[in-house]
């Protein structure tokens, strides 16, 4: 490996970590807000049914309230019977009374109605209750479990930072320089390694004289194709040192035969 570059690798493992972190951490509000979402639910149905019991205890107040007026003027109508002389007239008032008892249990059937309306909109309370009371305990363990997350990421995110500093005046001005501007361009890794002939970052064939290049690491060499700095893992290779090719096996297949 680079000498040179081996402090800028471990800084890019670094970064890339922190960089994770920070997203992980972005999107928890996000999670919590998702999360809210069926206690939101349970407690506006709770709040829309606790409104509708208000509204129908209010009508049927206002049906009581017609009942016992309309009570009132049948009690008169009674009272004036005594004093009623021909029969046309004790006619006219018994369809009257008729009407009245009419309209009285046309009155009462309302009052039974919100009655019955009420007790059933209470159900859909006691139910959304329950529901709400669940949303609640889940939602306090998943808030208190993203919370703790983020702490704990918070946490790392200050050492990383700190250790990123440290690591960042290791390495030489102007190659820091370089691999800042890099990183931002390229919004992940500055480096790349070079693995079976490729270039990790943009998956690309990187071209064999290169590739000795950077094996030799004296220089720091880019890719042609994306820039990035390129690294070798292992030792650097010394020129005209090179691994057993297969010229050389059959040489030494032929030497072994004679
Ligand atoms: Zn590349």
Excluded at 69 to 85: P, S, T, V
Aim: with cysteine; net charge neutral; hydrophobic share 35%.
């Amino acid at each position: 490996m680079n000498p040179q570059l081996s402090p800028l690798i471990e800084l890019q493992k670094l970064d890339l970590r922190i960089a994770d972190i920070k997203e992980q951490r972005r999107k928890i509000p996000e999670r919590l807000e998702m999360n809210e979402a069926p206690l939101r639910d349970a407690r506006r149905m709770v709040q829309d049914a606790s409104a509708s019991v208000e509204a129908l205890n209010k009508e049927r107040r206002s049906h009581e309230k017609d009942l016992e007026a309309h009570e009132d003027r049948i009690g008169k109508m009674k009272d004036r019977a005594a004093q009623l002389k021909t029969n046309q007239e004790y006619q006219a008032h018994l369809f009257e009374v008729e009407l009245a008892n009419k309209k009285r249990g046309e009155i009462e059937e309302r009052i039974l109605l919100a009655m019955e309306q009420i007790e059933q909109t209470q159900r859909t309370i006691a139910s959304a209750q329950i529901q709400l009371t669940e949303s609640e305990a889940l939602f306090t363990k998943e808030k208190a479990v993203l919370d703790e997350k983020d702490r704990v990421l918070a946490a790392e995110l200050t050492e990383l930072e700190a250790q990123q500093k440290q690591l960042s005046g290791r390495v030489e001005k102007s190659l820091l320089a370089r691999y800042n501007k890099l990183k931002s361009t390229r919004k992940d890794q500055a480096l790349a390694l070079i693995k079976d002939g490729i270039c990790v970052g943009c998956r690309l064939q990187v071209p064999p004289q290169l590739i000795s290049q950077v094996k030799r690491g004296d220089e720091v060499h880019t890719c042609p194709y994306c820039y990035r700095m390129l690294y070798w893992e292992g030792e650097p290779v010394a020129e005209g040192k090179r691994p057993l090719g297969q010229d050389q096996a059959k040489d030494f297949e032929l030497g072994e035969s004679v």
